[in-house]
């Protein structure tokens, strides 16, 4: 797709995560920039179109791959001012509400603790990124991502909407934490890897029999 084209396809499903969001709900993007010549700051573009949608921003966190096992070795030239390339050690997290800024009132459970808070509340995340090889995806987010996100910002029991599901990261961590969630996927192969690996993590669980009635 051209730039154009894929901020359309983007802003579409934003769109409808619009649309099925209960009034105050959250919606996150994590988003990697792309491209050197020139490069394209996707995240710019992606805050663009979802102000444009009517969505309120809360906010973007920063998070910081700089532990990982294999930085980007993207250096342009070594040691020379002739072309030297910045390599990418962050993505960046976008918040935003839906309706208005803070949830309704509701008996419902928080579940994250007093630790979790202090450290989920801060504007730069630092852990590793996940293997794409261990996992079998070419673009794995680690369950560390997704479960922060679901700790601070809904409740127990509730539903979790992850419209590019992929290899399941979102429904583990939905699953981790006492949630339920609903995910799409249109590769039949990611399909099976995902369901695959939620089987295996509530079988881990005990929880496999409870799937399988209600998949």
Not at 90 to 109: A, C, D, P, Q, W
Request: proline content about 4%; glycine content about 6%; aromatic content about 12%.
């Amino acid at each position: 797709m051209t730039l154009k084209e894929y901020r359309e396809f983007l802003k579409s499903v934003w769109n409808e995560v619009k649309r099925v969001l209960v009034n105050s709900g959250r919606a996150c993007i994590n988003v990697a920039n792309l491209g050197r010549k020139p490069y394209i700051p996707l995240h710019t573009f992606i805050i663009e179109d979802m102000l444009d949608l009517g969505f309120l921003m809360r906010g973007e966190i920063i998070w910081n791959k700089a532990s990982s096992g294999s930085p980007s070795t993207a250096w342009g030239s070594w040691l020379s001012a002739k072309n030297p390339t910045l390599r990418d050690i962050h993505e960046y997290i976008l918040v935003f509400s839906k309706g208005m800024f803070s949830r309704n009132k509701t008996n419902k459970k928080s579940t994250i603790s007093k630790d979790e808070f202090l450290e989920f509340t801060k504007s730069i995340w630092t852990f590793s990124a996940e293997s794409a090889k261990k996992i079998g995806h070419p673009a794995p987010f680690p369950i560390e991502l997704p479960y922060r996100l679901i700790q601070l910002y809904t409740y127990e029991g509730e539903i979790i909407l992850d419209p590019f599901i992929g290899s399941g990261q979102t429904a583990l961590a939905s699953i981790k934490t006492n949630r339920r969630y609903i995910g799409y996927e249109i590769q039949k192969d990611y399909v099976k890897l995902c369901t695959k690996r939620i089987r295996e993590f509530l079988s881990k669980s005990n929880l496999l029999e409870l799937f399988e009635v209600n998949k």
